[in-house]
């Protein structure tokens, strides 16, 4: 950066798993066959909800947004850390360590909030089945896509602008894989209280309280499948539930207990292994579970293979 912007860095070192030399090459194959995964995994939700009109409904438009989102979230972090495995450069540019950071910022915020719109949509299909159809329009979906977007884009631009208009002239280094909040906060060289109290805010008000209403939504859910008299019912309802509910525990879980680790050298080892799970490994399993645990998509996908059976012969 310009001197005039206050900042003497121009590159930054991610240290990631450099300490793992052994390891690096059978991490480098597991992260490569995950985002490989993760990438076809999405795919194939997205273009199977875009092609099939029996999954053209509010559930599987948020599941669209939410497999467009994973891609964005992982292709943000896997590249940069497959590259850095391989390579004893582990260098990063100041602008692209912002980059990185707006974008991880805006997908993971946009995610939270997505996730609790996915809820509230649970919760309206089986609380009040009746007027579902009224509720959850498109014009209702589309809204709360777009607003889960557009905070995303307001507290990922806005976050790092903030951080990265900061003076940097002390130390370049990160023990991290990618330039995150607070690894990146604490090269800052004056003092960042502010930036530290506007972190936790938008911690509580975005990663927390979607958490709490998510949980609200599924006890209000679960009251109402119980006191159901048939079985059948119940089980269907719980399965139309129950992938949405494993997602939120796999990203939600890891989230948490990265963020409420104590600073030490310990933690910011568990706080690698802990992001690798919510930046690679979740992405992954998220497909995987949509498509396992639900018959609409299976049968979507089925009915996808033989028209191209069809078509070629």
């Known amino acids: 950066m310009k001197k005039d912007n206050h900042s003497c860095l121009t590159e930054i070192v991610l240290l990631g798993f450099s300490d793992f030399k052994t390891l690096r090459e059978i991490l480098f194959c597991l992260v490569l066959m995950f985002y490989v995964m993760a990438l076809m995994g999405n795919s194939l939700i997205l273009i199977l909800t875009s092609l099939s009109p029996t999954l053209h409904t509010p559930m599987y438009f948020f599941l669209w947004n939410l497999s467009f989102l994973e891609v964005g979230y992982t292709s943000t972090i896997s590249p940069k850390m497959l590259m850095n495995l391989l390579s004893d450069n582990q260098n990063i540019s100041f602008w692209g360590c912002g980059t990185q950071l707006c974008f991880f910022l805006l997908f993971g915020t946009t995610e939270c909030c997505l996730l609790c719109a996915m809820a509230y949509d649970r919760y309206v299909a089986i609380c009040k089945p009746l007027q579902y159809p009224y509720i959850m329009n498109f014009r209702e979906c589309a809204n709360l896509a777009a607003a889960s977007w557009a905070i995303g884009i307001l507290v990922g631009v806005g976050q790092s602008i903030s951080i990265f208009t900061l003076p940097f002239c002390g130390s370049n280094r990160i023990s991290h ?96 292994m802990l992001a690798l799970l919510y930046t690679v490994v979740t ?16 049968t979507a996908f089925k009915k996808s293979i033989a028209r191209k059976w069809v078509f070629f012969r």
């Open 283 to 298: 992405p992954t399993l998220n497909p995987i579970i949509y498509t396992l645990r639900n018959k609409e998509i299976k």
């Open 177 to 272: 894989f990618l330039c995150d909040l607070m690894p990146v906060l604490r090269l800052a060289s004056t003092n960042t209280y502010k930036n530290e109290v506007a972190i936790a805010t938008l911690t509580v008000v975005f990663v927390l309280v979607p958490l709490l209403l998510i949980l609200f939504s599924y006890i209000l859910i679960i009251s109402t499948i119980l006191m159901r008299p048939v079985a059948k019912n119940r089980h269907k309802a719980f399965s139309t539930c129950s992938s949405h509910l494993i997602v939120v525990f796999l990203y939600y879980g890891t989230i948490t207990a990265t963020y409420i680790h104590p600073n030490s050298e310990y933690s910011m080892d568990s706080h690698r």
